[in-house]
């Protein structure tokens, strides 16, 4: 009995975040699409689109966090925390990596319209999409400070199965470009296939742990 209560309590708890954060993933994704064609640009292909479906999803966490931030009492219900007042507590590291990830999204946003495709120039593209980086970076660095010994292990955990998904992934992919056999990876997918695989990496380590779902809720 108390198994099957266990059971139906954590589906009832996925479920929720789930089918919010599939609905506003595609109607952001529309959203984002919709934005780019009334700003005149023309078809941007299936790098630019894949990297900027993947800074949709990094914005949309962002934004997820910072609604708990503010709000800590309805964040913890989707947010993975034991209650409002873990939000509270961790106010600043989480502010950090907030913040980190919109920049990371702006990053891939600017490289997303760079020209000839969208209506960025070059130059600005590279000096706004490094700015972010390196923001993104600085910040990391910056939360890093605020981590307990669990979370820094599954930091660098994460960062090390995003490096091997990144070899694995990219470099077979590369390896069958220089043999002729596919189409060669443009610059922009391996950018986003850090960002993806860095989420990845992020997800894996705290399932594998055990934490994916936490607190009553």
């Not at 949709?56 to 409002?84: C, H, K, M, Q, S």
């Not at 669990?150 to 077979?172: E, I, K, T």
Request: net charge neutral; charged share 15%.
């Amino acid at each position: 009995m108390n198994v099957a209560k266990q059971e139906k309590s954590l589906a009832r708890r996925l479920a929720v975040p789930m089918v919010v954060g599939a609905v506003s993933g595609f109607a952001a994704t529309m959203l984002f699409f919709n934005l780019v064609d009334g700003e005149g640009a023309r078809s941007l292909g299936r790098s630019r689109e894949i990297a900027g479906v993947v800074g949709v999803l990094y914005l949309l966490t962002a934004l997820g966090v910072g609604v708990g931030l503010a709000r800590p009492g309805i964040g913890a219900r989707f947010l993975n925390v034991e209650d409002a007042d873990e939000l509270r507590e961790q106010r600043r590291m989480l502010g950090y990596s907030c913040i980190s990830m919109a920049a990371l999204s702006g990053a891939l946003f600017v490289l997303v319209l760079v020209e000839p495709v969208g209506p960025i120039g070059g130059e600005l593209a590279a000096a706004g999409a490094i700015g972010l980086l390196l923001l993104a970076n600085g910040l990391g660095l910056l939360q890093a400070r605020h981590l307990d010994e669990l979370q820094r292990a599954m930091s660098r955990d994460s960062v090390a199965s995003a490096f091997y998904l990144l070899f694995v992934v990219g470099g077979g992919w590369a390896l069958l470009a220089h043999c002729g056999l596919v189409e060669a990876p443009a610059p922009l997918d391996w950018l986003t296939m850090f960002a993806v695989f860095l989420l990845v990496g992020c997800f894996w380590q705290v399932g594998r742990r055990g934490l994916l779902v936490r607190g009553p809720n």
